[in-house]
Each structure stands twice: as structure tokens, then as C-alpha cells.
């Protein structure tokens, strides 16, 4: 169920795929420690979305229901959309129109 502040940009199966290709080249930007979702990981999240758009993030361990529970929780508490999951990395994305074209995956990684 969404909600009216989580409403993003529905993207097609096309750019679906473009991003997992993107994250498949990346490496985790964030690891989430056993602290969890401190203050301070989100900061440093929303940082790298500003600078990267497009981010891919290692998530603690759990089950695969926890795992996906948290992935969600992250991309709402950053603003973000989880674009794909698969077992603990997790890839994140949130457009900024204003990025650096030298830092953005989406610009550098672009066809």
C-alpha cells in the first residue's frame, strides 16, 4: 500500500533493467552495521543518493522476508526507491536534477 509521499515515477520494464545493470557494476556504498538504521547511516545514504542516484548497499543479515521489510524501510526513510533487492544488496535510487555529472551513476554509466 502506498501513500501519497511515497508516490514515485512508475518505471518501465526498459529502465528497469538499464538500472540493474548499472547497479551490477557497482559496489556497496554503504554497509549497514549491527546497529541497524542509526541516524548516522542515514545521513551518509542521503549523501551518496545526492551525489550517486543510483546506490547499492549491503543490509544486515536476516531472513529474506526481514531483509526485504528493511530494504523497503530504507528507501522510504531516504526518500529513495528500491529499484531491486537480492539477498543482503539492496539498490537504491533518487534522482537529483542537480548532480555532479562526474559523481552520478545514472551519468556516468549512461548508454
Known amino acids: 500500500m502506498s501513500t501519497a509521499k511515497n508516490k514515485r515515477p512508475a518505471l518501465d520494464n526498459t529502465e528497469l533493467r538499464r538500472l540493474k545493470g ?8 554503504v554497509t549497514i552495521g549491527n546497529k541497524g538504521l542509526t541516524d548516522s547511516v542515514v545521513e551518509e545514504l542521503d549523501r551518496a543518493l545526492n551525489d550517486h542516484e543510483l546506490i547499492k548497499i549491503k543490509t544486515l543479515p536476516g531472513s529474506k522476508e526481514e531483509r526485504e521489510v528493511f530494504s523497503s524501510d530504507l528507501a522510504e526513510k531516504t526518500g529513495a526507491q528500491l529499484i531491486h533487492s537480492i539477498g543482503r544488496m539492496a539498490l537504491l535510487l533518487r534522482r537529483n536534477p542537480n548532480a555532479n555529472p562526474k559523481l552520478s ?7
Open 22 to 29: 548499472i547497479g551490477h557494476e557497482l559496489k556497496p556504498v
Open 105 to 111: 551513476n545514472l551519468s556516468r554509466y549512461s548508454d
